[in-house]
């Protein structure tokens, strides 16, 4: 069974405090990586898909980057605005579906 | 181009009624998928539809629970006699293809039962 684990569940930084949030995962067969973010009372939106070891995404002040276990998402001077919760994904086996992780909370005080 | 839309954007109800929650995705998107996402239990996959293909239908809680599509289109997912258990946000999202396309996600119906 396709795990997925993301860490931390809550990330406070100051405005232009870089870090990264991490993404685990467990597997069998990687068909692609998904991050995307979700903000209070919507939907989650698309930001990345990486496919390979080594593969890195950029958009702006976030790049995703994925090794054979885990996913990071680094996230450079980070803006009020970047606050909210950022899920990673992957496909099942059959392409049916997405296990999500738990989630990072991410608050991005001024 | 517009993006998938749900309705309502809200429902309450109260125990053991019937509810329907719509969905139109994407144009042109062929895969459809239902998720429902609660405090604690993160997003969860309910089922998913694929083109004329049976839908896969594993992640359904119990039979309490059914889901179509019509046309290749617009989705209804259905509960039957709601219980307070099934109080969550019903996502749907679409995709060109099977998951290992990017998903993309409406804005959900949030579900109170009473």
């Known amino acids: 069974e396709d795990q997925v684990t993301q860490s931390p569940e809550a990330l406070r930084l100051q405005e232009g405090e870089s870090s990264s949030l991490n993404c685990s995962y467990t597997?069998?067969?990687?068909?692609?990586l998904f991050w995307y973010r979700q903000d209070p009372g919507k939907g989650p939106e698309f930001l990345f898909t990486?496919?390979?070891a080594g593969e890195e995404k950029e958009k702006e002040r976030l790049k995703a980057t994925l090794t054979k276990k885990e996913s990071f998402l680094h996230i450079t001077a980070p803006k009020p605005e970047d606050s909210a919760t950022y899920l990673c994904?992957?496909?099942?086996?059959?392409?049916?579906?997405?296990?999500f992780g738990g989630g990072t909370r991410l608050m991005v005080k001024p | 181009g517009a993006g998938v839309s749900q309705s309502p954007s809200n429902k309450v109800t109260e125990k053991g009624k019937d509810v329907e929650l719509r969905c139109d995705p994407i144009?042109?998107?062929?895969?459809l998928y239902w998720y429902r996402q609660s405090l604690g239990q993160g997003l969860e996959f309910l089922i998913y539809?694929?083109?004329?293909?049976?839908?896969?239908k594993s992640g359904l809680p119990s039979d309490r629970f059914s889901a179509e599509r019509t046309g290749g289109s617009v989705s209804t997912l259905t509960i039957q006699r709601t219980q307070q258990e099934d109080s969550a946000v019903y996502l749907c999202?679409?995709?060109?293809?099977?998951?290992?396309?990017?998903?993309?996600f409406g804005p959900g119906t949030r579900l109170t039962v009473t």
């Open positions: 990486l496919y390979s």
């Open positions: 144009s042109g998107h062929t895969a």
């Open positions: 994904a992957v496909p099942d086996r059959a392409g049916n579906m997405l296990t």
């Open positions: 597997v069998s067969g990687l068909r692609g």
């Open positions: 999202a679409s995709s060109l293809g099977r998951s290992t396309y990017e998903q993309y």
């Open positions: 539809f694929q083109g004329n293909s049976a839908p896969d």
